[in-house]
């Protein structure tokens, strides 16, 4: 009987936690603006500056645009 009322708590807190976690749901990654990861974007790689990221940028200055356009180099960019 207890083995019963566990499997019934447990369906009853995967069913809440389903129901809680299906808004949370984004296209693509937290890196990618909307849309930049369909189509043709076999290898899942983003344009560089602060149009192509989700997130809001304030201050974008020209070491940013650089060091992004550069990514993933192993030497950072000469404006730094």
């Known amino acids: 009987m207890a083995l019963l009322k566990l499997a019934v708590v447990g369906a009853a807190a995967y069913g809440l ?29 983003r344009n560089a500056g602060p149009d192509s990221i989700r997130s809001d940028v ?4 020209k070491a940013d645009q650089a060091s992004d356009e550069s990514f993933p180099a192993s030497d950072p960019p000469a404006t730094y």
């Open 17 to 45: 936690y389903k129901y809680a976690t299906q808004n949370r749901l984004h296209e693509g990654k937290a890196a990618f603006a909307t849309g930049e990861t369909d189509g043709a974007n076999f290898a899942k790689v």
């Open 58 to 61: 304030k201050n974008w200055d």
